[in-house]
């Protein structure tokens, strides 16, 4: 099993380009998630899904849209990129059933760059 | 004020010292704690797991919840330097969403 991955792992873009991140996970996990981890902010969730095509904000939304349209996958959108959106993106999925507490397992991250 | 408070360090000890990392919380709902490792350029791991207050113990590793305090500590004895990590606290109410601490970051020496 691969567990969790993300593509692409680098990327350098011009503000107001757009991008797609991809996570993808294949332990059949229902939730998913995006998070951005800053120097002295510590990892901040972005948007989450608690199952196919389901989506709900994090703390920090603006300027990201996101879909699930496969339960393996979670798609992280930037539509016109800003510098403050420099940052380590994590995706991270679980299987969490009511009540009860189970891990997040995280992929390796994607270092975005916007100049 | 954030919600979890956790010093940045760097902290730095001699290989076989007692490390104490520590997490202070203002949400007294919060009944999921947790402590994760994370090894440069890699995806945060979990390491220690406990709800509500007590104290867990898993090999060289031990983590407590004080709730009358708000505070979480995790203890790693005989630290070595396969230990050199930064560690996150993350912490939450109910079974999705977790509130992670900034992390601090550990460096063991020879």
């Known amino acids: 099993n691969a567990g969790v991955t993300q593509t692409p792992k680098f990327r350098v873009l011009k503000t107001g380009q757009s991008m797609t991140l991809l996570c993808a996970q294949d332990m059949n996990h229902e939730y998913m998630y995006w998070y951005r981890q800053d120097p002295g902010m510590g990892l901040r969730l972005i948007h989450y899904s608690v199952g196919e095509g389901t989506t709900a904000k994090g703390e920090v939304p603006d300027g990201y849209n996101v879909s699930r349209l496969k339960k393996q996958n979670f798609l992280l959108g930037l539509e016109s990129a800003a510098p403050s959106q420099t940052s380590v993106y994590f995706c991270?999925?679980?299987?969490?059933?009511?009540?009860?507490?189970?891990?997040?397992?995280f992929g390796p991250g994607t270092r975005l760059t916007v100049l | 004020q954030k919600e979890v408070e956790q010093d940045p360090g760097p902290l730095s000890v001699p290989e076989g010292a007692i490390v104490s990392l520590n997490c202070t919380y203002s949400n007294s709902a919060f009944q999921y704690f947790m402590w994760y490792r994370q090894y440069s350029r890699k995806g945060p791991e979990l390491l220690m797991y406990t709800y509500s207050s007590g104290n867990k113990e898993d090999g060289r590793f031990t983590a407590q919840v004080d709730k009358s305090s708000k505070y979480i500590s995790l203890f790693i004895r005989d630290s070595q330097p396969s230990d050199s990590a930064t560690y996150l606290c993350a912490m939450s109410a109910d079974t999705d969403k977790l509130i992670f601490g900034t992390g601090t970051r550990l460096q063991v020496f020879p």
């Open positions: 991270a999925s679980s299987n969490e059933l009511a009540g009860v507490f189970d891990e997040q397992f």
